[in-house]
């Protein structure tokens, strides 16, 4: 998966929330999450974190963060996994 490739994901991603009408926020890493909405709102806040370990070539971490990303996707029943698997291929919607 290129940068590039990344980069469109990322954007797919942001465009959902939007259209979703998430917000962003940080959420604080050693509570447990208290409800959906919020760690969709902390996906939302990690698109933005991403784009800058782009710009560092930090890419392992980028992947495992889009990993996390799409898994919470997928179990909010906001994506498919045909649609995810698309979005790191040239099958993006």
Sequence with gaps: MTKEKI????EIYRAKFKELGVGKADYPHEDPLDCSEH???HCHAMLDKMEKFLT???IEKVFRW????????WS???Y???DL???NT???E
């Design 7 to 10: 980069q469109e994901a990322i």
């Design 39 to 41: 760690g969709l709102e």
């Design 56 to 58: 560092e070539d930090r």
């Design 66 to 73: 889009l990993g996390f990303l799409q898994g919470v996707l």
């Design 76 to 78: 909010h029943k906001i």
């Design 80 to 82: 498919t996994l045909d």
């Design 85 to 87: 698997k698309g979005h």
């Design 90 to 92: 040239n099958d993006s």
